[in-house]
């Protein structure tokens, strides 16, 4: 069972595109829409579109799930 869940999360990673996954990155570590937009000289605007995409992508419809998937990620790539 917990092979099927690394499979089904890197799966789910693997549909990100290269910006999506550069903005996932930064939101696992706790940046704000603000702080990613100004570091990639975005407007908030474009980011929140994004984090909107990645959620769909990722099936998460909060922001709680969101941190939840990024905790569960960190636990399996240090058991990994």
């Known amino acids: ?13 693997s549909k990100l595109g290269q910006r999506e996954t550069q903005i996932f990155e930064m939101l696992s570590e706790g940046k704000k829409t603000s702080q990613i937009a100004e570091e990639l000289s975005l407007k908030p605007n474009t980011i929140s579109t994004i984090k909107k995409v990645i959620y769909r992508k990722l099936s998460i419809k909060t922001s709680l799930e969101f941190y939840k998937f990024v905790f569960e990620q960190k636990e399996i790539q240090r058991n990994v």
Request: aromatic letters at 8%; charged letters at 40%; a positive charge.
């Open 1 to 13: 069972m917990r092979k099927q869940k690394i499979y089904e999360d890197i799966s789910l990673l």
